[in-house]
């Protein structure tokens, strides 16, 4: 697995980003001695079967256990592999990452595969390559993948084996490792009484100290400093959390250990503003609403229910956002870093839906495991998730299958409006508008764009953001065409584009939803910076359903000095049928947009595709739709309305 969801401190950790509220709603409202006499592993125990328990193993449905033992046995042939300090430094050179983190993520799948498969089997005859695997990762050096190095105090470039750091690849390994030393410390010590006393030990000396003894790392939030809080903090303490409970044997380090995850934890849910919008947008929700959902479920379960935050309205509408950000198949609105099409996460989608109450969001799980053919596959792409979709898979699947095609959202706090034209159906218009400000997680200067939809498929796009590199969490990220306002939904004004920060953000924001119509208004002003020279520039994105999608702007310049244009991104085929009417297709869709050719003037602009992230959502060519404002007076006002042929 890929580990895109970094987000550098170095760059974000410092932020101020003021918490929502201190709702401190598990440290806050539980004591460390009533954690301590409730803590328990019965429950998890029954979610997540042991390795010796094989009634349960051997009752998981028979396609799957054929499939993972077929896995496990293209794994018995895995070279395990070194991680050269060249591929460390690549990082440092030239920004690249990933020839680091493949090598590193091949040994980490072949040891999911042989865990898989013993476990499925129950005969040892994974056992021998589990433990190379496993004694593998104890030679190796790190667990921290390249661009997280920076955390070290000797900074990024080669991991420093006397100062072990905690980040994304981290909890990620000890995730993985803990369940394997968890389910099959027994089994090891059939072979040798070292090995599992060694793989304790690199967690311990690797994982455990670090976290009990600092509260430095940024993501943790608990250095008395403001911080933004992104889906590190939640993650991180999942992984923490679980760790503790597999490995962790002394009672008092484990009450401790656990608490401070509910200290940290605390403050991801704070930062949450009500609405339960997720700034890093959808692609990144599985890992922080969604993983909000896994840290809590375990923490419930490992106290016997006595820690249970599942009735708040706010861990709902964290969990209902993923609805709210579906349009249809696989897209979703794709805000900041999100790409635009994505694989949900049924399990979790489901799991939080039912422990919220909340059908649709359950509905919509259902749906994701059909869609994503979990009859035929196991869906094992994590230790925990995995053993939790083996037993439960048959629930999920035999839900009431269902998108949620909802006519409206608004997320107030967040800024974030939706509409489409009809609740239940992908037919016609989908839009979303996006208000907020610049200094939001993942940030791209993006305040006042849109997505436009029809049938489901793309109009007018959010671009998302490109493979990861060095450069896209440091000093040069605005640099990158991706991030800048150039090359989004928003206006060009005097020759300026917006300023990252977050003084630089939407005002006047309203969100409207009636029968037959959905408007969306704000003044994109304040986005800008003095150079814009712009009093005011309100712009109205207005859904009439069932007939078209108007696009208003009036604007306020303290002085003309350079060109202002709309600019408009979109993965459509445009040709111009006569000035003021320009085609767009798409798939077999086809849309007009009108505008006053006196007023604007038309240029497309082509835009090659060649970064495999981007490709991954969008067509090799993409297109900027320029429309220059012929006018040099201070004030005016245009319309653009997109209809379908």
Known sequence: MRILFLLCSSLFGLISANA?????????AYSKQQLAQNLTMEKINQQFPVYKDRARWESIDPLYKQQLIKDGEAALKYTWQVVPATTYLEFVKTGERYVMEDIYNQNMAAIKKLLFA????????FIPQLINGVWNACEITS?????????QKAGAGLPDINEPVIELGTGITVNVLAWTYHLFKEEFDKENKLISPRLKQEIERRVLKPYYER????????DGKTRLVNNWNIWLNYNMLTTILLVEKDPQKRADGIYKTMRSADKFINYYKEDGGCEEGPAYWSHAGGMLYNYLSLLQSATNGTVDIFNKPLIRNIGSYICKAYIDSSWYLNYADASAKIKGDAAIVYHYGKAVNDEQLQDFGSWLARDQQWDKMPPVETVYGGIRNLFTAKEVLSGEAKQPFMSYAWMKETGIGVARDKEGSSKGFYFSALAGHNDESHNHNDVGTCVLYYDGKPVLIDIGSGTYTRQTFGPERYTIWTMRSAYHNVPLINGTGQKEGAKYAAKDVSFVNQQGSAKFKLNVAAAYPEKAQVRSW????ELKRGRSFIITDQYKLAAYTDTSALHFMTSAVPELRKEGLLQLQTGDVKMLMEYDPKQLALEVESISITDKRL???WPPVVYRLILKVSSKKTEGNFKVVVRKE
């Open 538 to 541: 309100d712009r109205i994105y």
């Open 143 to 151: 667990w921290s993948i390249s661009a997280s190095l920076n955390l």
């Open 215 to 222: 509260n430095d790392f940024w993501w943790m939030a608990l």
């Open 118 to 125: 013993e476990l499925a089997e129950g005969k040892r005859r």
């Open 20 to 28: 929502q509220a201190d709702r401190n709603w598990l440290a806050g």
């Open 615 to 617: 490709l991954e959502s």
